[in-house]
Each structure stands twice: as structure tokens, then as C-alpha cells.
């Protein structure tokens, strides 16, 4: 598996329900990205992580819940989300530094089509 | 704050002509500009960047783009579309940190033969 893979790529879930989403980099990168992708609305950036230390945190609602147990992996926590909530939510990756500053190419994958009934 | 105006939510053209699609951006510090392609049911992948130094940048695809800092702009071009070209495309610019991208809103670009 190379780049980065998220899982799953389509989910359905109701109000009450609690899932979690899943992004793996195959990269060796240090720097990992939650976006949050609504039709008709630019990308917005819910949580950065660097080296796998919580950086940004985007004035996302709790009902959002990150989670980056290594530089490889990050998830998404998800309970009691609203029905505005879905949309698409991308993962990307990037070298990352140590000293704060990463403005480097981020990798993407493919996404997670959410959809909260 | 940074900010990025993309002018046009949708473009079209005919197969063989000039692709132009613009972006606009407002930022308190020397930006760092970001060209991506998103296509059906993929995530987004990088066409190019400016960081510093010249400001042609030549990217994948045939694509380029011009920093104009006189400007504030950042266009994308292409001589000449191909089908394959069609796709949403969003520029971005980095925050004041150098810790993440803003994206414009996106611009889907429409080929037809």
C-alpha cells in the first residue's frame, strides 16, 4: 500500500451512533491533517497534527474527537454528529518539522463520504 | 489573515484551447501558493507550487502557474485542455504560521470536445 489510505471511504451513520474514521501514511511523514470538504465551500482544516503532538485544532466541536497514536496513523472520532456534519472529510500527510514550520506539499487520500441521517 | 479568492466556480472551454483559471490571495507574510486537482471521488493531488525563486512554476500535466506579487494572484494556465483535464481545481496559500493551507473554494474546469 503506498500514499495515503483512508477507511472507510463511504459511511452512514445516525445521530446517535459513535464511529471512527481511519488514515494511514505509507510516506514516512511527520505532519498529519484532518480536512472537513461540504459541497460549495472551501476546504476546512479541522486538526494538525506534528510529530504526534496535537498543533492546530481548527474550532472544531467536540462531537469531533482526534486521535494520532503514531506518526502513521490518525482517526477521527465521531459521536453524536448533526446532520450538517456530512460531507467529505480528507486526510493528508506531510514531511513535517520538528521546529513548527511544515509549508511543505501535503498528500492527500482519497477521502471518507460521510453521511449523518 | 490569508485569505484566497478563486474567480469563477466553473469554467468551460473546448478540448485544445487555453485553460486560465484564477486565484487571488491576500497574506501578511511572503506566501507559499498551491496549486491542487481533485478528481471524481479522489483526493487532491498536487499540480504545483511556488515557494520562492522564479515565479513560473511549471507542474505536472502540462500546467503552470505565474506569482505576481504586484498582483496578489496566482493563475493557473494551460496552452491547451485535454479531456482528461477535467476535474475541480483549488489553490491555496499558506497561513501565517507556515503550519497549514487555506484553500480557495475551488474551480471545476469542464472540457468539451
Known amino acids: 500500500e503506498t500514499g495515503v489510505t483512508q477507511t472507510p471511504r463511504h459511511l452512514v451513520m445516525g445521530m446517535t451512533n459513535k464511529k471512527s474514521l481511519k488514515c494511514e501514511q505509507h510516506l514516512g511523514h511527520n505532519a498529519m491533517y484532518w480536512y472537513k470538504q461540504s459541497a460549495k465551500k472551501p476546504l476546512e482544516l479541522m486538526f494538525v497534527?506534528?510529530?504526534?503532538?496535537?498543533?492546530e485544532n481548527n474550532s472544531v466541536p467536540s462531537r469531533f474527537s482526534p486521535e494520532c497514536p503514531n506518526s502513521s496513523h490518525l482517526f477521527l472520532h465521531l459521536h453524536t454528529l448533526q446532520p450538517e456534519d456530512s460531507a467529505l472529510y480528507l486526510c493528508?500527510?506531510?514531511?513535517?518539522?520538528?521546529?513548527?514550520?511544515?509549508?511543505?506539499?501535503?498528500?492527500f487520500g482519497p477521502g471518507t463520504r460521510l453521511l449523518v441521517l | 489573515a490569508q485569505s484566497v479568492t478563486q474567480l469563477g466556480s466553473h469554467v468551460s472551454v473546448s478540448e485544445g484551447a487555453l485553460v486560465l483559471l484564477r486565484c487571488n490571495y491576500s497574506s501578511s507574510v511572503p506566501p507559499y501558493l498551491f496549486w491542487y486537482v481533485q478528481y471524481p471521488n479522489q483526493g487532491l493531488q498536487l499540480l504545483l507550487k511556488y515557494t520562492t525563486g522564479a515565479t513560473l512554476v511549471k507542474g505536472i500535466n502540462g500546467f503552470e502557474a505565474e506569482f505576481k506579487k504586484s498582483e496578489t494572484s496566482f493563475h493557473l494556465t494551460k496552452p491547451s485542455a485535454h479531456m482528461s483535464d477535467a476535474a475541480e481545481y483549488f489553490c491555496?496559500?499558506?497561513?501565517?504560521?507556515?503550519?497549514?493551507?487555506?484553500f480557495g473554494k475551488g474551480t471545476t474546469l469542464s472540457v468539451s470536445s
Open positions: 497534527y506534528n510529530f504526534k503532538e496535537q498543533t
Open positions: 493528508a500527510s506531510s514531511q513535517g518539522s520538528a521546529s513548527g514550520g511544515m509549508v511543505e506539499t501535503q498528500y
Open positions: 491555496a496559500v499558506s497561513n501565517q504560521a507556515g503550519t497549514a493551507l487555506i
